[in-house]
């Protein structure tokens, strides 16, 4: 099978011809449909993640066809030990041994994968192959972070990539109020995010018009965080929905107090996949994909890298 595969971080992906992974027990044999690029692609090709398996196949919202022909999606948690305190509280993204996709495992930039049936999800009917696989992580991602949003109504977005504008969706559908924080200066992002349903963009080196009641950074920039803090009322929260940030820098504790919050995001549950794949239709999410073919996987990591898709990229296979 064709693939696209990384043998070292900060060089490009190589296409190379693989044998079909094997499935183990407990394993399905999928054929790749589609799977989309993720900004934790970005940051496993970059280096930026400290322990990727190597040579890896990069890639973790995998809509593939099952041998006895299901459409079933592929996350980023590929894995969990099942037995730890964290996975037995209902917290198994956290679990100190779970293997991830694209990472650990090999993932979707490739003709067919392999995946634990138990972390699969079927692909809700009616979405096409390429506008599901955003679904898998920026969706699966998103949905978590409006979650650790409680119930904010007033909600500031932090960077307009795949994540945010599919969390947008959701977060209009259940009636919350969005402030859209971009790149000063970066206009298609402030058209977009008023497309998406902001009722105000601007500049995220500034407080917007009003105070937040929850700001989500979905932007791998430190400095967001102290800029977001600004932008709370008193009891909100900063929600760091990204796996990597460059350094937070200091601030005054006054930013922190009257019960402001600071807190990350980490992964995925099953129980956030199900409920988000049900929720989906129901808004329903319509997802605004870039295609790529297989063979241009670094053309889209460069694009997304650049900050130049719109939407989310995805690669047909
Ligand atoms: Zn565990
Ligand atoms: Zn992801």
């Known amino acids: 099978m064709r693939a696209m595969v990384l043998h070292q971080p900060g060089e490009p ?9 094997e499935p183990g027990p407990g394993q399905v044999l999928l054929r790749v449909v589609a799977c989309g690029v993720c900004r934790t692609d970005l940051h496993v090709v970059d280096g ?3 322990r990727p398996k190597l040579p890896l196949v990069p890639g973790h919202q995998i809509v593939g066809v099952a041998e006895d022909g299901r459409r079933l999606g592929v996350p980023w948690l590929g894995w969990t030990c099942g037995t730890c305190r964290d996975c037995v ?6 679990c100190a041994r779970a293997r991830f996709t694209g990472y650990d495992l090999d993932g979707g930039y490739a003709e067919h994968a392999v995946a634990d049936e138990r972390f699969s999800f079927p692909i809700p009917e ?3 192959d390429l506008q ?11 949905y978590r972070s409006l979650r650790m949003a409680g119930d904010a109504e007033r909600i500031g977005l932090y960077g307009f990539g795949a994540a ?6 959701v977060a209009r559908h259940e009636g919350r109020r969005l402030f859209g924080f971009v790149r000063p200066g970066d206009e298609a992002a402030r058209r977009f995010a008023l497309e998406l349903g902001c009722e105000w963009a601007g500049p995220s080196d500034a407080p917007g018009p009003e105070e937040l009641d929850a700001a989500i950074v979905f932007a791998p920039a430190g400095e967001l965080v102290p800029a977001a803090l600004r932008a709370l009322a ?12 460059s350094d937070i820098p200091s601030f005054p504790y006054e930013l922190l107090w ?16 199900e409920e988000f794949l049900a929720l989906a239709p129901r808004v329903p999410v319509r997802t605004e994909v870039e295609v790529f073919p297989l063979e241009q996987a670094n053309e889209a990591l460069g694009r997304l890298r650049r900050g130049e898709v719109r939407g989310a990229a995805v690669l047909r296979i």
């Open 48 to 50: 930026e993640l400290p």
């Open 164 to 169: 945010a504008h599919i969390v947008a969706q």
């Open 89 to 94: 509280s209902g917290r198994e993204n956290l």
């Open 258 to 273: 009257h019960e402001r919050v600071v807190r990350s995001v980490a992964n995925l549950t099953r129980r956030d996949g």
């Open 126 to 128: 009616g979405y096409p």
């Open 13 to 21: 992906l190589r296409l190379e011809e693989l044998p079909v992974p």
């Open 234 to 245: 008193r009891g909100g929260v900063v929600v760091c929905a990204g796996i990597h940030m």
């Open 132 to 142: 599901a696989a955003p679904l898998l992580c920026a969706g699966l991602i998103g």
